[in-house]
């Protein structure tokens, strides 16, 4: 019986979340919803120093299709959110999350969305830059972008919605604390380093797996070749395994996109 190959977007998740924790991206932290799970991602998000936001802890799931990453992931707060680009239930709306298609009714280039070599390291950088920039001219939530709006262009003098922000930064510091989490207030603690895995293992057996994996899909390949070898040779017949192969790459591209 064939042996079951790994699905590469299994395998190109894996190499992602290696990446990010061994780099991880300032002001995010990256986990599994469930260890035996590599389609569900939760990420923690902190409120970079220096903006509204500051201070503040919220959550979100990635949620990554099994063609990924040839279509793009969903990325939804489970934190309340008041925003323009975020809609009531959460969903992020930014260009690039969008199906690569030719929508001209958008507004949208097709270049602003998603492509393959985009990955999970620049949509969180593409989030951060959103939270702090918001794309008023196509909002998700139409009373945000007006109150961000007066907010922006009356400098600051109309603070309702500045309020807003502040109260739900502060009503996230019961689940940070619930979570153990020390949030960063300043540049120095936002700024991380590049650091070693941590000691936690799951992951990497997890990625032995899909390593042994692929050693044993080598090895049938071989086995594969010799056995039609043989068949050329005495005149027997063999099936075929038509399998792909996929080399994974993790694009560390720190450019963003333009919102939705």
Not at 76 to 104: A, Q
Not at 163 to 178: D, L, N
Request: net charge negative; with cysteine; proline share 7%.
């Amino acid at each position: 019986m064939a042996h079951q190959s790994t699905p590469s977007s299994q395998k190109a998740l894996m190499m992602e979340l290696k990446s990010l924790q061994e780099q991880p991206v300032e002001g995010f932290r990256i986990t599994l919803v469930e260890e035996s799970d590599l389609y569900n991602w939760e990420v923690a998000i902190f409120g970079p120093p220096n903006t509204l936001y500051e201070g503040g802890y919220f959550k979100a799931h990635i949620k990554f299709p099994v063609d990924y990453p040839y279509s793009p992931p969903t990325f939804r707060f489970l934190t309340k959110m008041w925003h323009p680009n975020i809609y009531e239930n959460g969903d992020v709306c930014i260009s690039i999350l969008h199906p690569p298609v030719d929508d001209p009714q958008s507004g949208e280039l097709p270049s602003e969305r998603w492509n393959p070599t985009q990955n999970v390291r620049t949509i969180l950088l593409s989030v951060i830059s959103l939270l702090n920039e918001p794309n008023t001219f196509s909002p998700a939530n139409v009373d945000a972008s007006v109150m961000f709006r007066k907010w922006r262009d009356s400098k600051g003098k109309d603070k309702e919605y500045a309020e807003i922000i502040r109260k739900q930064v502060m009503s996230t510091a019961a689940e940070a604390e619930r979570d153990g989490v020390k949030v960063p207030t300043t540049l120095a603690e936002y700024c991380i380093q590049t650091r070693v895995p941590s000691q936690d293992r799951s992951s990497d057996l997890l990625y032995d797996d899909l390593y042994d994996d692929d050693m044993e899909e080598e090895e049938d390949e071989e086995d594969e070749s010799e056995m039609e070898s043989v068949g050329e040779a005495g005149g027997i017949g063999t099936v075929e395994d038509c399998g792909t192969s996929t080399r994974c790459y993790d694009n560390q591209d720190d450019s963003g996109n333009e919102d939705s």
